[in-house]
């Protein structure tokens, strides 16, 4: 399959490591000019250099509508927009505050809610767009330890799949992406006391934590940054215009139903 998004702008929000870098990274291979996103200067700027390109980025904290407001005024239409951002802290449930919570809502939720309210008529009146959220298998398989995080996650389906709904006809197509356990910048930060102490290397620890916490996960090990970035790249391509609305799995068969 060739995937060809040459002349298509896409915006990658929270893009400098990780799961959206990887998603940075895999658009501009297909042809898109691709804007990064960040908090700092400093982590935009280097993204920017790794990616090379025809990539440009925009250094903006979109948890807060201040920082939406600096991302529309540097790029006020996409073709593609992936609201990727997002944040975890396990906790338990009754030690999380409402500070906290209204953390995890305001970047985990209402980051995707803006960035859907600013670029989707935009690309209706083109008749072409590609929305894409970034779900978890946590918005199905609520984990105990951050309910409040699986709570968000779960939102933004539900946000992706009546966006999709009201984007009905138009040539846009909304979907979530549910990515399970994921070797990230943020795992890997997990473990980095554990990967100090001990011989063995990340991926043993990330597979030994899979087995451990997620222990209906089929591929028993965790997922690479570059698996979870295909099924985006393909969900943001022409060809899958047939697919909206859907909360697709890159979860390693984490989540136990049909």
């Known amino acids: ?3 060809d998004l040459t002349g298509k702008i896409a915006i990658v929000t929270g893009s400098t490591e990780g799961i959206g870098f990887a998603i940075a ?4 291979e297909a042809g898109a000019t691709v804007v990064v996103n960040g908090r700092t200067e400093a982590k935009v700027n280097a993204a920017v250099v790794r990616l090379g390109g025809h990539t440009r980025g925009v250094a903006a904290d979109l948890g807060t509508s201040d920082g939406h407001a600096v991302l529309i005024a540097a790029e006020p239409a996409a ?3 992936v609201s990727n951002l997002g944040i975890f802290q396990p906790m338990d449930f009754f030690y999380t505050d409402d500070v906290e919570w209204d953390r995890h809502w305001q970047v985990n939720v209402m980051a995707g809610v803006r960035l859907a309210r600013s670029y989707l008529p935009g690309m209706e009146a083109q008749g072409w767009g590609r929305f894409v959220m970034l779900g978890s298998e946590s918005s199905f398989n609520i984990p105990v330890e951050m309910i409040h995080y699986g709570v968000t996650k779960a939102a933004d389906v539900a946000l992706a ?6 984007m009905a006809g138009t040539g846009v197509t909304v979907n979530s992406v549910l990515p399970g356990p994921t070797l990230s910048d943020g795992m890997a930060a997990m473990f980095e006391k554990e990967l100090a102490v001990g011989d063995r290397s990340m991926a043993e620890i990330a597979s030994d934590f899979v087995t451990t916490h997620r222990p209906s996960s089929i591929i028993r090990r965790a997922a690479t ?4 970035a295909s099924m985006v790249v393909y969900l943001a391509s022409p060809q899958a215009s047939a697919t909206t609305g859907a909360s697709v799995r890159v979860d390693g068969g984490v989540i136990d139903t049909l």
Do not use: T
Request: aromatic letters at 0%; glycine letters at 10%; proline letters at 0%.
């Open 161 to 166: 799949r009546g966006l999709a709904k009201r």
């Open 79 to 81: 073709d593609i927009v």
């Open 1 to 3: 399959m060739n995937i």
């Open 25 to 28: 990274k895999g658009l501009a």
């Open 225 to 228: 940054v570059e698996e979870v």
